[in-house]
């Protein structure tokens, strides 16, 4: 990843997560400042355990830093707590093979894996917002320095002038030190309102890049055609859901009957149009705990929060509004040809299922709703 990329990250992320950090950099000092950009992390990583299992790994993460003398900082921890809770193979692989004993740590490695595992799904794809990214970090960097450079020359000047003052009683000498002291306050004065202004122009400039990156990101969850969740925003929802273990999780699936009927009968479009009023219905349902997302073709999904009978409320509820607002008419006739159903298919997820058993559970029970004859629900055994 080159450079720019990796800035650009840095400062996307600051600001994601603080409005403005002029007041962080305007009051530490240059010594104590982040070095490189990592330091400048500040992204809350979210993981989704309980506190008994993150207790556990915590157990398990702890010890294997001591023995191999990994310092515990912020970035460290993430990435042996990664390990210890079995997240990233990968990652786990190129972690014991790059610190397998004490005396094996190396910063410089440490950060990089934590740049590819923890940083890198945060860049942005464009080129053109990872140099605009970059531009402003840079920008922001060198406004940070010119002030700091004439506050301490203004400092020094100062205690020049007073120590002056104090060995003089000549009046024309000790005019000539003040009106040095107002040019030198006065310079001090504008760099400072040059300085706001650069920052306040910068952080408008930041506040369009997020907008932008936010609405950027969020489409690459969204279905084009049916204006719900797709397939990838499905992937990161399900893996999310069932590591929460306070509350049961369901998965619904559904599927619309005899699409294939409709698309080879009255054509794709008129597909389109039955895959789209089939998004509005599920979307309608959207709320906490209710998660729709187009799974594939004329498949969807639903992730529910909930018992699995009041999953199965639900469930009948979309089947009811499907069969009862979804029908194919001819447009020169006005005659309908018939409405459009859906068969539902629901698995309630239990202790430590994954996502693919959950999944083939839901589906036996789709499939168990179409051979008892379609427009119907099925729940799974437990």
């Known amino acids: 990843m080159e450079l720019r990329a990796r800035i650009g990250t840095t400062i996307f992320i600051a600001f994601y997560n603080s409005r403005m950090m002029a007041p962080f950099f305007s009051t530490v000092p240059r010594t104590l400042r982040p070095s490189s950009p990592y330091q400048m992390w500040r992204l809350q990583m979210k993981f989704l355990e309980g506190s008994q299992d993150s207790a556990q790994i915590l157990r398990k993460a702890i010890p294997m830093m001591v023995e191999r003398d990994i310092p515990p900082t912020p970035q460290n921890y993430s990435l042996w707590y990664a390990h210890a809770g079995n997240k990233h193979p990968e ?31 945060h860049l942005p794809r464009s080129e053109k917002a990872q140099n605009a990214l970059a531009s402003l970090l840079s920008q922001l960097f060198g406004a940070v320095n010119q002030i700091e450079d004439g506050t301490r020359d203004y400092g020094d000047a100062l205690q020049s002038s007073l120590a002056q003052l104090d060995g003089t009683s000549d009046q024309q000498e000790i005019q000539a030190i003040l009106s040095q002291i107002l040019e030198d306050t006065s310079a001090v004065q504008s760099a400072s309102q040059a300085f706001q202004g650069e920052l306040e122009t910068a952080k408008a400039e930041i506040e369009e890049l997020k907008e932008k990156l936010k609405v950027s990101r969020e489409d690459a969850l969204v279905d084009s055609l049916t204006k719900i969740g797709n397939r990838r925003a499905f992937d990161q929802a399900m893996s999310q859901a069932l590591t929460q273990t306070d509350t049961p999780t369901c998965l619904l699936l559904l599927d619309l009957d005899h699409f294939k009927n409709i698309n080879d009968t009255y054509g794709h479009v008129m597909g389109d149009l039955v895959l789209e009023r089939m998004g509005r219905i599920l979307k309608a349902q959207q709320r906490p705990g209710v998660q729709p997302m187009r799974y594939g073709g004329e498949e969807f999904a639903i992730i529910f929060t909930g018992q699995q009978q009041d999953a199965a409320e639900l469930a009948d509820t979309v089947r009811k509004q499907v069969a009862n607002t979804i029908s194919i008419k001819q447009n020169d006739t006005g005659k309908q040809m018939g409405a459009v159903t859906v068969s539902i298919g629901i698995a309630q997820a239990g202790v430590a299922e994954d996502p693919g058993a959950l999944k083939e559970r839901a589906d036996q029970a789709l499939y168990q709703a179409k051979e008892n004859g379609r427009n119907r629900v099925e729940c799974a055994g437990g």
């Open 91 to 121: 990652l786990s692989k190129r972690l014991l093979e790059q610190f397998p004993e004490k005396g094996s740590y190396n910063g410089d490695k440490s950060e990089a894996l934590f740049f590819d595992y923890f940083i890198k799904q």
